[in-house]
Every structure is written in C-alpha cells, then in structure tokens.
C-alpha cells in the first residue's frame, strides 16, 4: 500500500472535483482517481453549461443556489474567466398542463429562497421577444441563474484543487474497495493500492459498478442524452429557455444563447436510452430543431455546427442521492446526478465536505434526508 490519503474520491467530474477541493480547503488529504486523462471527460464535458436553482425540490434548490453563488462570482474571486453569465432561466408553458405544474411549484420554490415569478405570454415576450406567441401560455423566469463553460469550470476548481494539495491520478480506474469489518479501508486500481478510511463515489454513469465493489446495488442508470451547437449570430436571447412538454419521441429540451453567439441545445429522448453508448446520432437533431424552431421560429435560419452525446446518470425518482452508507462505514456517495451534475457539482461539494467531516449544518441535515441513499425513490421530481 502506497501513503494515505484522509479520503479517496472515484471520479474527476462535475462532483469529484468540487468536493475533492472542498475537502482540501478543510486540511483533508485527497486522492482522486479517474480512468480518463484529464478532469471533465466523463459527463462533466457533454454538459451544456445551464446553471439553476430552479427545482422542484428544497435540496436541490439550495444547493444549486450555493452553485450559483460561487460560479457566479468566480472570476473575481478567482481571476479565471469560466464565460459565465447570469441570463436567467425561463420555463416556458404552451399548455394549461405546463402551467399547472410550473404554477403549483412556486410557493416551494420561493420559501427555499429561489427568485422566481410567473409571467403570463405578453410578459414573458417582454423578456424573450423572439418567442412564437401562437400557443404560448406564459412561463416562469428566475433571473438569478445561469450557464458558464463546464470544461472551464472543472478546470479551475481542478487547478485550485491542486494547488490545496489534492493528488490526481488520471488514467487509473478504481477496481476494487478494500472493506474489513464492515469499514471502507481502501481502493485498489488497475495501477496500484490506496489507505483511506473515507471512499467517495463519484463516478457518475458508472456509479453502479463502483457500489458493486462494496457489494451496494444502487439504482443509477446511466442514458444517453444528445446536445448540440450553431454557428454565432447576433445576440438575441438572454435566458436558458426550457420547455417541459411532451412530444413525440421527447419529454423537454433547453437551449440558450452563448456570450460569443452560439446557440447550445439539447434534448431529453422519451423513452429514455438507456446504457453507456456516446456515440451521436442522426434522429437528434431533427427532433430537437422542430420543437426549437416552433418555439422560436427564427432559430430556423440557423446553421448547426456540431452535436455530440452523452450521459446522464439518472435516478428513479430525478434525484441524486448524496450521504454515507449505512451499511458499510466510510463509504460516501455521491450519485445520481441526472440530468444536474454540474449545476449542483460546487454548492455539492460543499455538503460533501462538511459531511465527512461531520460538521453538516441543520439545513444539510434536512437536504441530506431529501437525497438519502435509503429513501423510497417514490414519484418524480417534477423539475428533473
Ligand atoms: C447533452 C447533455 C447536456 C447536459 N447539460 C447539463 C446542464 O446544462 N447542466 C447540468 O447541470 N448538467 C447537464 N448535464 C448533466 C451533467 O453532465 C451530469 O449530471 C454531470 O456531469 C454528472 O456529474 P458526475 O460528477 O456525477 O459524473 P462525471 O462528470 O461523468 O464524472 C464521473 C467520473 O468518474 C470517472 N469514473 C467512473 N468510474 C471510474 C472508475 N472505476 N475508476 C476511475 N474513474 C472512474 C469517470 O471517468 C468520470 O470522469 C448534461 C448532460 C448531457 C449528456
């Protein structure tokens, strides 16, 4: 066995990252360990870059909150340009089913801090003039968040991380979890062995195979989600515009417009896809352009540059599940991300870290029983 490490986490991604550098700001030892080269190749890199604490549920609005606070403000804090920016979200309704549901979640919303309000159609053309207006009932928006560049983002918490001492092992994958006793002692790699009381699993569409290795069966399931990007046009849209409607072959899509131009999409397949193929497809593109394009018609003057694949690691219920093992000491996790990994990746990482230390505040304590590994995983977020 080689030095010990405080904790080791399993994955150098949305999560990973944030929570190995938050543990290191602590004076935690860290060891992270990933099967790809270098930080954000696992789902971290196929993100669009959305930022929100637009949810339907308390935990994850307060930590997408804390995310916002620091993705927001970080390049003065840090000096790096990650190309963030604070266009807002709009979750648009087209039907009285839409607007039911976006309508019955503000009151929770709201009273976990989110600001939000409801715009009938006339207002919400005030915020996004381009909108088609045929059909459109109205929508909520919540100028407080964002997207910025996932990549740019991984990055610098990466090399902040470092900086506090974290050790990155690229090209290593975690094989095995030594357990004794009931009590995590380790992880073995296809390159070498590790002490460490604390294991983290951050492995995104491979958290299943990780909690195997403790003999865990947790219910991740990895499905492949598509995005895409146009060529750069004249600044015409502010917010991230989401739209939850069902249609043939797709339950939502959500797009914006980049500072430099472009506009970045991407779809939610219905069914879902499920498995780790990242190959991209041919029936993406025209799926998604038909619906943007009846929901701005002058997307449909727009030239596609390049789309690409992904996953998302999804849970039952739409929720991640984030805490300790009960079953085994030392085993921490944090899964499930869905379709929210890099939004909730910083404000997470926080909780991850007070978490471990046993210090989690009255607050992390009630987001922790929202996210708990043993909860029933009954019904759907309705914000997923
Ligand atoms: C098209 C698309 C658009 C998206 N848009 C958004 C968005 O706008 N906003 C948002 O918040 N989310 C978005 N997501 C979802 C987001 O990408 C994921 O939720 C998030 O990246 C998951 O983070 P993670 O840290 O759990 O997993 P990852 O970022 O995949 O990190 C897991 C890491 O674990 C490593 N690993 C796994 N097993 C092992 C092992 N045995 N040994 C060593 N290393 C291992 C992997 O190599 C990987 O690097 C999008 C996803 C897709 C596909």
Redesign the pocket.
């Known amino acids: 066995m080689s030095r010990a490490y405080d904790v080791i986490a399993?994955?150098?991604?949305?999560?990973?990252?944030p929570a190995a550098w938050a543990m290191a700001r602590s004076g935690l030892r860290v060891l992270v360990?990933?099967?790809?080269a270098s930080?954000?190749?696992?789902?971290?890199?196929?993100?669009?870059?959305?930022?929100?604490a637009t949810h339907s549920e308390p935990a994850k609005i307060r930590i997408g909150l804390r995310s916002l606070e620091i993705a927001s403000t970080w390049q003065e804090t840090y000096g790096d340009d990650i190309e963030w920016s604070t266009g807002g979200y709009s979750f648009v309704a087209v039907s009285q089913r839409e607007e039911a549901i976006l309508k019955s979640l503000l009151q929770t919303q709201r009273a976990s801090g989110l600001d939000i309000a409801w715009y009938e159609a006339r207002q919400l053309l005030e915020i996004i003039p381009s909108l088609n207006p045929d059909g459109l009932v109205g929508g909520t928006y919540s100028p407080g968040d964002g997207?910025c560049s996932?990549l740019l983002l991984?990055h610098a918490m990466f090399e902040r991380a470092r900086a506090e001492g974290v050790t990155f092992r690229f090209h290593?994958?975690?094989?095995g979890i030594d357990v004794r006793d009931g009590r995590v002692r380790g992880v073995t790699?296809d390159r070498g062995a590790y002490e460490a009381p604390i294991v983290l699993n951050?492995?995104?569409?491979?958290?299943a195979?990780?909690g195997s290795?403790v003999g865990l069966d947790h219910p991740v399931q990895p499905d492949?989600?598509?995005?895409g990007i146009t060529e750069p046009v004249a600044p015409f849209l502010a917010p991230?515009v989401v739209d939850i409607s069902p249609a043939p072959g797709s339950s939502n899509y959500?797009f914006f417009q980049h500072a430099t131009g472009q506009v970045v999409f991407?779809i939610t397949p219905s069914p879902l896809v499920p498995g780790l193929d990242r190959t991209a497809t041919s029936g993406f593109l025209p799926m998604v352009s038909r619906r943007m394009v009846r929901l701005i018609p002058k997307l449909a003057n727009l030239r596609v540059r390049r789309t690409?694949?992904?996953?998302?690691?999804m849970t039952p219920d739409g929720s991640?599940i984030v805490g300790l093992s009960n079953e085994i000491d030392g085993y921490a996790m944090?899964?499930?991300?869905?379709?929210?990994?890099?939004?909730?990746?910083p404000g997470l990482g926080e909780l991850l870290d007070r978490l471990v230390r046993d210090d989690v505040t009255s607050e992390d304590r009630s987001a922790l029983d929202e996210l708990s590994p043993d909860r029933p995983f009954e019904g759907e977020a309705a914000l997923r």
Request: glycine share 22%; hydrophobic share 40%.
């Open positions: 399993i994955g150098a991604g949305s999560v990973g990252v360990l990933d099967r790809f930080p954000g190749q696992g789902s971290n890199k196929s993100a669009i870059g959305g930022m929100r997207h996932p991984c290593e994958t975690a094989t790699t951050a492995a995104g569409g491979w958290a195979e990780v290795m492949a989600h598509e995005g991230m959500y991407c690409w694949r992904g996953l998302y690691p991640p944090a899964i499930g991300l869905c379709g929210q990994g890099f939004m909730l990746g």
